[in-house]
């Protein structure tokens, strides 16, 4: 039994080396016996423990025609050394996966790692290789081997499609560092520019699964940079050579157009809400008068929309106040609005402010508007849910699937400012606005509770290669 799954084994591998005959020596036969008596398929065991033994071979000896350590790209070092690594609840059954998105801004972090948490609690071993914000986030955690490819992209169109060209290759050559040690790469934020990548985990032979998270396209439309075409080219480069693409709902696929790619559609998602930390603290009606939003800064957002909305809203309503929390591009045209039109007295800018205390300032508004011109599913709409806060947002990306207009929250027909206006005072008068929090609540209690999001996740992305395992890991996920 174990000549037959060793052979198995073996001829899995692409590239079996003599150390892996050395290894195949210390596995017993009994070791062997017992996974394959248990309905174990103990040569795929076999072979995915004589791979990550390649692994740190070439961990220490360097890639081919490279001088440098595969733990190291861009001259910046990383956790992947084997030692820094805890070994791996359970060794067999899991498949090693791997997570790869372009340098990750702030807006960008708590995605990331929620879905690194997912795949950790489903996963022998999570590979990340991402940059930015999310590197850091990332970096030093025993729970991720994590590469940083980090890159600066020019403005200028010419030069950014050269450094892409770069980038590309870099986020390649991660891919083929890590090589086989992964049975699943998932493309996820940035993923749909990032064709190289995924066509040379294809190339290794590796399931490749493209993750969506917004729309690169209308992001690039809406700012103007002259890089749609380019844009929608990558994507479409991505959708045709990914395996398998994921989507956060239906209307995701039908509002992006993406039916002609319908059989290799899955729905899933990664989101997920710490229920203890997001939770009603302050009922509602104790709450003031406080509308407010909170995340990145910029056009796509709608916020200066949503601030050429506050006269009129103060016209009806003159005992408001609203609060403005995060950064980013358009806050210094935001900021030169309110105090041309005096409302200084009446808005308050927080600044970026630490995902920690994200929860308290929730339990502070009596309503939050996020007035997106697109959206994937935005993880502050379903935490300010799970406070029981009220939200008024626009009706794109998967937003439909978690608020009901009415019921778990309000919907815009438009995002001018005199829409979000005209809503918001609507809202503030309206006597059942405690039972739409309510509602809110438990729609994220029955939904983005951490281990049904494992299930689903699991289920919908490994496919037979998930155990139904992984509820155990949310008492131990990371702070």
Same mark, same amino acid.
């Given at each position: 039994?174990?000549?037959?799954?060793?052979?198995?084994?073996? *001829?899995? #591998?692409?590239?079996?080396?003599?150390?892996?005959?050395?290894?195949?020596?210390?596995?017993?036969?009994?070791?062997?016996?017992?996974?394959?008596?248990?309905?174990?398929?103990?040569?795929?065991?076999?072979?995915?423990?004589?791979?990550? =033994?390649?692994?740190?071979?070439?961990?220490?000896?360097?890639?081919?025609?490279?001088?440098?350590?595969?733990?190291?790209?861009?001259?910046?070092?990383?956790?992947?050394?084997?030692? $820094?690594?805890?070994?791996?609840?359970?060794?067999?059954?899991?498949?090693?996966?791997?997570?790869?998105?372009?340098?990750?801004?702030?807006?960008?972090?708590?995605?990331?790692?929620?879905?690194?948490?997912?795949?950790?609690?489903?996963?022998?071993?999570?590979?990340?290789?991402?940059?930015?914000?999310?590197?850091?986030?990332?970096?030093?955690?025993?729970?991720?081997?994590?590469?940083?490819?980090?890159?600066?992209?020019?403005?200028?169109?010419?030069?950014?499609?050269?450094?892409?060209?770069?980038?590309?290759?870099? =986020?390649?050559?991660?891919?083929?560092?890590?090589?086989?040690?992964?049975?699943?790469?998932?493309?996820?934020?940035?993923?749909?520019?990032?064709?190289?990548?995924?066509?040379?985990?294809? #190339?290794?032979?590796?399931?490749?699964? =493209? !993750?969506?998270?917004?729309? /690169?396209?209308?992001?690039?439309? %809406?700012?103007?940079?002259?890089?749609?075409?380019?844009?929608?080219?990558?994507?479409?480069?991505?959708?045709?050579?990914?395996?398998?693409? $994921?989507?956060?709902?239906?209307?995701?696929?039908?509002?992006?157009? =993406?039916?002609?790619?319908?059989?290799?559609?899955?729905?899933?998602?990664?989101?997920?809400?710490? !229920?203890?930390?997001?939770?009603?603290?302050?009922?509602?009606?104790?709450?003031?008068?406080?509308?407010?939003?909170?995340?990145?800064?910029?056009?796509?957002?709608?916020? *200066?929309?949503?601030?050429?909305?506050?006269?009129? +809203?103060?016209?009806?309503? /003159?005992?408001?106040?609203?609060?403005?929390?995060?950064?980013?591009?358009?806050? $210094?045209?935001?900021?030169?609005?309110?105090?041309?039109?005096?409302?200084?007295?009446?808005?308050?800018?927080?600044?970026?402010?630490?995902?920690?205390?994200?929860?308290?300032?929730?339990?502070? %508004?009596? !309503?939050?508007?996020?007035?997106?011109?697109?959206?994937?599913?935005?993880?502050? +709409? %379903?935490?300010?849910?799970?406070?029981?806060?009220?939200?008024?947002?626009?009706?794109?990306?998967?937003?439909?699937?978690?608020?009901?207009?009415?019921?778990?929250?309000?919907?815009?027909?438009?995002?001018?400012?005199?829409?979000?206006?005209?809503?918001?005072?609507?809202?503030?008068?309206?006597?059942?606005?405690?039972?739409?929090?309510?509602?809110?609540?438990? !729609?994220?209690?029955?939904?983005?509770?951490?281990?049904?999001?494992?299930?689903?996740?699991?289920? $919908?992305? %490994?496919?037979?290669?998930?155990?139904?395992?992984?509820?155990?890991?949310?008492?131990?996920?990371?702070?």
């Amino acid at each position: 039994m174990l000549t037959r799954s060793v052979r198995r084994a073996v *001829a899995n #591998l692409d590239y079996p080396g003599p150390r892996d005959r050395d290894f195949l020596s210390s596995c017993s036969t009994q070791e062997i016996e017992q996974e394959e008596q248990s309905g174990h398929d103990a040569s795929s065991a076999v072979g995915r423990r004589i791979r990550r =033994l390649n692994f740190s071979t070439f961990q220490h000896s360097g890639p081919v025609g490279n001088s440098r350590r595969s733990g190291q790209i861009s001259g910046k070092s990383t956790n992947m050394e084997p030692d $820094a690594i805890k070994a791996p609840r359970d060794r067999y059954n899991k498949p090693g996966v791997g997570i790869l998105t372009l340098p990750v801004a702030k807006t960008g972090v708590i995605p990331l790692r929620n879905l690194a948490e997912v795949v950790k609690s489903v996963a022998d071993q999570v590979y990340v290789v991402t940059g930015g914000d999310g590197y850091h986030s990332l970096e030093g955690s025993p729970a991720f081997r994590v590469v940083n490819v980090d890159h600066r992209m020019s403005t200028h169109t010419s030069i950014t499609l050269l450094q892409h060209v770069i980038q590309e290759l870099r =986020l390649c050559g991660a891919v083929l560092r890590v090589g086989r040690n992964v049975d699943v790469w998932i493309f996820f934020i940035g993923g749909e520019a990032t064709p190289l990548p995924i066509l040379a985990a294809r #190339l290794l032979g590796v399931d490749t699964l =493209l !993750l969506l998270a917004g729309s /690169p396209t209308e992001v690039s439309q %809406l700012n103007k940079d002259g890089l749609s075409g380019l844009t929608s080219l990558l994507s479409n480069l991505a959708f045709a050579v990914s395996q398998r693409v $994921a989507a956060y709902s239906d209307r995701i696929v039908g509002q992006r157009g =993406l039916a002609k790619y319908r059989k290799k559609i899955i729905i899933a998602s990664e989101h997920v809400v710490d !229920l203890e930390k997001f939770r009603p603290i302050k009922p509602l009606a104790m709450r003031q008068k406080t509308v407010g939003y909170v995340g990145g800064v910029s056009k796509v957002k709608g916020v *200066a929309n949503f601030v050429q909305a506050i006269p009129r +809203v103060l016209q009806a309503e /003159p005992d408001v106040r609203f609060v403005i929390c995060g950064d980013g591009e358009g806050l $210094a045209e935001i900021r030169a609005y309110v105090a041309d039109n005096r409302l200084s007295g009446k808005v308050e800018f927080t600044g970026w402010i630490s995902h920690n205390d994200v929860p308290a300032m929730l339990n502070e %508004l009596t !309503l939050l508007v996020l007035p997106s011109y697109t959206e994937g599913l935005p993880n502050v +709409v %379903l935490e300010a849910q799970a406070c029981g806060t009220p939200v008024l947002t626009t009706p794109v990306g998967a937003i439909p699937n978690v608020i009901t207009d009415g019921e778990t929250g309000f919907l815009l027909r438009d995002n001018s400012p005199e829409c979000i206006a005209d809503d918001i005072v609507a809202i503030l008068h309206m006597p059942e606005i405690e039972s739409v929090g309510e509602h809110a609540r438990k !729609l994220v209690e029955e939904n983005f509770e951490f281990s049904k999001v494992v299930k689903r996740f699991g289920a $919908a992305v %490994l496919g037979n290669r998930y155990d139904g395992s992984g509820e155990e890991h949310e008492q131990n996920r990371d702070s």
